[in-house]
């Protein structure tokens, strides 16, 4: 049986540590959409076209080394307001999506665009200071030098630039259920999102 579980919101909300979390609670596959335009965005860094790019990814390609930096990010945000890009990636989310024994999926646009009839719908939002620390500590942890400044205004950029696009821009479907992690550890998080989605099994 298909049971679709849709996550969206902002960059380091903390979608990703909860997806995980609650695929691997569900025993539910688990697909993180932003890789798909991540290894978009990485392959025109060296001027391939990026319609080109999309209509070609490989599932190698999702697996890169580099593909969690910030210039990445940057290239992901870009070629993701294209909506010849976004329609390239939109069959295998939705197969995905579909699959026998249930599947987990975040991004931007899951439960608007992707999976509008998602049995379950999370929006997970985190104020702008808390989710740039987050990334901070993460990018840290890897050996990036960038400062937390940079991590703020790299943030604020790509979610403008998510939220003001006409293709599939970042918002919450009307149905979604609103979870905010500011205060939240990532148990409590991972705790308040598996309750939230067992009120609506
Ligand atoms: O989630 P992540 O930070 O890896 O996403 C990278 C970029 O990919 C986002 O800033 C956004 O522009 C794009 N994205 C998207 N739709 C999705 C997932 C990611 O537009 N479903």
Do not use: N
Not at 29 to 35: I, R
Request: with cysteine; aromatic share 4%.
């Amino acid at each position: 049986m298909a049971f679709t579980i849709a996550i969206d919101g902002p960059a380091a909300a903390g979608k990703g540590t909860v997806s995980r979390a609650v695929a691997d609670h569900f025993g539910f596959a688990h697909l993180d959409t932003g890789l798909l335009y991540r290894a978009t965005g990485r392959r025109t860094l060296d001027g391939t076209d990026p319609v080109e790019a999309a209509r070609t990814l490989q599932a190698s390609d999702l697996e890169a080394e580099d593909l969690r930096t910030p210039e990445v990010a940057q290239a992901a945000s870009r070629v993701a307001a294209l909506p010849d890009v976004r329609e390239a990636l939109l069959d295998f989310q939705r197969a995905f999506a579909r699959r026998a024994g249930g599947a987990v999926l975040d991004g931007r646009d899951i439960g608007t665009v992707i999976c509008p009839d998602a049995e379950v719908k999370l929006f997970i939002t985190a104020t702008d200071d808390i989710r740039a620390e987050r990334r901070w500590k993460e990018l840290r942890e890897k050996g990036h030098a960038d400062s937390l400044e940079d991590v703020l205004r790299d943030l604020r950029t790509r979610d403008e630039r998510d939220s003001a696009r006409a293709a599939a821009p970042l918002k919450p479907a009307e149905d979604a259920v609103l979870l905010d992690t500011s205060q939240m550890s990532i148990d409590e998080a991972v705790s308040a999102a598996i309750s939230l989605i067992e009120d609506r099994l």
